[in-house]
T-cell receptor, first 113, second 116 residues
Framework: EAAVTQSPRSKVAVTGGKVTLSCHQT?????MYWYRQDTGHGLRLIHY???????EKGDIPDGYKASRPSQENFSLILELASLSQTAVYFC????????????FGKGTRLTVV | AQSVTQPDARVTVSEGASLQLRCKYS??????LFWYVQYPRQGLQLLLK??????VVQGVNGFEAEFSKSNSSFHLRKASVHWSDWAVYFC??????????????FGEGTQVTVIS
């Protein structure tokens, strides 16, 4: 079973502070993704990466940065956290290929106060 | 741009009864479609996926879905619901033709509540 581990699982951050969400996968997958989920909404793509040391913007990248220092690790960085960034964040990974299964982590619940 | 709509935010079903969750998509071309399930405090798990071919797709745990190009729909069904099916269900479409990027557009989700 593919494993995607997120840390922390929950976090309370102060408005204007810096937040880093971490994701680690042991699947040897090339592709990694960061999604956010808001109550009553589906997931929306923030950033993704095809290969280490390279990241791409998703549908809602504003206010977020991403970092992929190795194949296994993919971080999401909020340089200046805002109230509107309160959400649940999911990391995911998949192997290269057409429509291969995407494996999700359990999510990080971020509350910005 | 592609989009997915799940018109039912919440569905309540009795244990043992049948279940249908609706999904409508908007996509130029032939879509690649997915249903994911999210159990409480868990990540999303794949239930089933549709690639162009047989319109009825079988998934895990007795779930199946039917693709209809004429109706732009991909409805999920289960003949007999179990209490363990209490979860949020998401319909999703691949953002790009061929699905090489793996990027998905999700619907809003349907919360399924199972009652005895």
């Amino acid at each position: 079973e593919a494993a995607v581990t997120q840390s922390p699982r929950s976090k309370v951050a102060v408005t204007g502070g810096k937040v880093t969400l971490s994701c680690h996968q042991t699947n040897n997958h090339d592709y990694m993704y960061w999604y956010r989920q808001d109550t009553g909404h589906g997931l929306r793509l923030i950033h993704y990466s095809y290969v280490a040391d390279s990241t791409e913007k998703g549908d809602i990248p504003d206010g977020y940065k991403a970092s992929r220092p190795s194949q296994e690790n993919f971080s999401l960085i909020l340089e200046l956290a805002s109230l509107s960034q309160t959400a649940v964040y999911f990391c995911a990974s998949r192997v290269q290929g057409a429509n291969t299964e995407v494996f999700f982590g359990k999510g990080t619940r971020l509350t910005v106060v | 741009a592609q989009s997915v709509t799940q018109p039912d935010a919440r569905v309540t079903v009795s244990e043992g009864a049948s279940l249908q969750l609706r999904c409508k998509y908007s996509y130029f071309g032939t879509p690649y479609l997915f249903w994911y399930v999210q159990y409480p405090r868990q990540g999303l798990q794949l239930l089933l996926k549709y690639y162009p071919g047989d319109p009825v797709v079988q998934g895990v745990n007795g779930f199946e879905a039917e693709f209809s190009k004429s109706n732009s729909s991909f409805h999920l069904r289960k003949a007999s619901v179990h209490w363990s099916d209490w979860a949020v269900y998401f319909c999703a479409v691949s953002m790009d033709t061929g699905g090489l990027s793996g990027k998905l557009t999700f619907g809003e989700g349907t919360q399924v509540t199972v009652i005895s």
